[in-house]
């Protein structure tokens, strides 16, 4: 029992950032219909500049809400100088755009900073918590609250809001919204800035138990964008389902077969996926377009 525990501890923590890389996707997705593969590098930029902030001199608090200003600032750069010129072209050239922005941002990552493995420190200690037979690092709660709290945030912010009703609208039916007087492209910039400083916030908050380096971008936007498919692609309470199920998926793996294996499980994903629910767990109902 304390060894299940265990590793559902740990897949849960890193589901948390699966799900938040996934919801990146997700809000770039029903904003313009691009798939980013830049996500992940948003998540490695936010680990990177808060750990470099914090080495100049910068207290914790202040380097994570830079890191995080910063990435989303990169984000819309993203969109005005990639994905708007580009309007109109096909789906799969707009792809590959995000795959080149991707690799020119791991390069420049590691012109700017270096080559080497990178730790923030824990925010609240690394002393691990008893709880029912197996131990938690304070740092995995602040990951889990953080996950929730910013789906949290971004219900209230899309239901209760002009800005977010006029996403929603934008992502069920773009000409519509604009014959109301909806501006597309500040909306597009928009969700470009939220999805990279979610991405940001989603680096900060894992690197104290993980490590960065300028390399950990695409493992994070393929699991993230496995999970984003697990739970519908376009559906934010599938970003969080797929996520957590893909984190306990691995962890499940790694603790009972081999830690080899863990990280096919999101190919896995991706493949019975495609090949048995192409809608996701909670598709159906979000990737409908009028």
Same mark, same amino acid.
């Given at each position: ?10 897949? $849960? ?54 890191? !995080? ?6 984000? !819309? ?14 789906? $799969? ?42 131990? !938690? ?42 014959? $109301? ?110």
């Amino acid at each position: 029992m304390p060894e299940l525990m265990q590793f559902l501890f740990s897949g $849960v923590t890193v589901g948390a950032v699966y799900a938040l890389v996934a919801l990146g996707f997700t809000i770039i997705y029903n904003a313009s219909d691009v798939v980013n593969f830049a996500q992940g590098e948003f998540a490695m930029l936010g680990g990177m500049i808060a750990v470099f902030a914090v080495s100049a001199g910068m207290p914790l608090p202040l380097a994570a809400v830079v890191a !995080i200003i910063v990435t989303g600032l990169i984000g !819309i750069g993203l969109n005005k100088l990639a994905i708007e010129p580009a309007r109109g072209a096909p789906v $799969v050239s707009l792809i590959i755009i995000t795959i080149g922005a991707a690799i020119f941002i791991k390069g420049a990552t590691k012109l700017i900073f270096d080559k080497q493995l990178h730790r923030l420190p824990a925010f609240s200690g690394d002393t691990p918590i008893q709880l029912m037979g197996a131990t !938690i690092l304070p740092q995995s709660l602040w990951v889990i609250a953080g996950a929730i709290g910013v789906f949290i945030g971004l219900w209230l912010f899309f239901t209760r809001t002009l800005i977010g009703r006029a996403v929603l609208a934008t992502s069920n039916n773009r000409l519509a919204a604009q014959l $109301v007087g909806i501006n597309i492209k500040w909306v597009m910039t928009l969700a470009f800035s939220l999805s990279a400083a979610i991405g940001a916030l989603a680096g900060v908050l894992i690197t104290p138990i993980t490590l960065t380096s300028y390399d950990v971008g695409i493992a994070l936007a393929l699991k993230g964008f496995a999970a984003a498919m697990l739970g519908g692609m376009g559906n934010p309470k599938g970003a969080l389902v797929g996520g957590i199920v893909l984190g306990l998926l691995e962890a499940m793996t790694a603790g009972y077969i081999s830690s080899q294996y863990k990280d096919a499980a999101a190919f896995i994903v991706i493949l019975m996926v495609l090949f048995f629910m192409p809608q996701g767990l909670f598709g159906l109902k979000s990737t409908d377009r009028v």
